[in-house]
């Protein structure tokens, strides 16, 4: 049983040009959590996602990010017109619904180096 | 003020010590507890979960929560240095809330030979 799969795991990108990182939750899992992780900083919340419906995006910055978890195929966080401070790794999770969950089951990350 | 607060550290230990991490949270509406431990370049890996005030025990690891003073704490007894790693609590709350998870900063923990 394959856990939550991130790709790529390493992305460099240019300033201006578009990020897309993808996420394919674990088996089962209908729920996806994407985090973003400063150097010297804990994991920030940026958006909670299911099938064809954002949830919470409480934690996304107003500008230039989007995330998507289509009906078919993995979710996608999409960062346009990087900057240098988009530079973190970032961190998807699944989980079973909600009211069945003890926890997230994490992937082991995109680090995205903006130069 | 952060709404979770984990003291960074680092934390170095000889192994076998008993290892004490510690935060504490500002926002009544956490309902649910949890400690992550993440290796370097590694996603976080759920340790313990818990949603009461109390301790609980797995193997080596003891979870504690006290809600009235908003403090939870993990000890790792007989530590290893496999078990070097950092160490994040989370908070977690109810109701429309659900699905977002609050981190502390991290506790770098090495346990040497």
């Known amino acids: 049983n394959a856990g939550v799969m991130q790709n790529p795991r390493h992305l460099v990108r240019r300033r201006g040009q578009e990020a897309r990182l993808r996420c394919s939750p674990m088996?089962?899992?209908?729920?996806v959590y994407w985090y973003r992780q400063l150097p010297e900083e804990g994991l920030k919340f940026m958006v909670y996602?299911?099938?064809?419906?954002?949830?919470?995006e409480s934690g996304m910055p107003k500008e230039r990010f989007s995330a998507e978890f289509p009906k078919e195929g993995p979710s996608i966080l999409r960062i346009q017109q990087v900057v240098r401070g988009d530079s973190a790794a970032y961190f998807c999770a699944s989980s079973p619904p909600p009211a069945m969950s003890y926890g997230y089951t994490f992937g082991s990350g995109t680090r995205l180096t903006v130069v | 003020q952060k709404e979770v607060e984990q003291d960074p550290g680092p934390l170095s230990v000889p192994e076998g010590a008993i290892v004490s991490l510690n935060c504490t949270y500002s926002n009544s509406a956490f309902q649910y507890f949890m400690w992550y431990r993440q290796y370097s370049r590694k996603g976080p890996e759920l340790l313990m979960y818990?949603?009461?005030?109390g301790n609980k025990e797995d193997g080596r690891f003891t979870a504690q929560v006290d809600k009235s003073s908003k403090y939870i704490s993990l000890f790792i007894r007989d530590s290893q240095p496999s078990d070097s790693a950092t160490y994040l609590c989370?908070?977690?709350?109810?109701?429309?809330?659900?699905?977002?998870?609050?981190f502390g900063q991290g506790t770098i923990l090495t346990v040497h030979p």
């Open positions: 996602l299911q099938k064809e419906n954002i949830i919470d």
């Open positions: 818990t949603y009461s005030s």
């Open positions: 989370a908070d977690q709350a109810g109701g429309t809330s659900y699905g977002k998870l609050t």
């Open positions: 088996k089962g899992h209908s729920h």
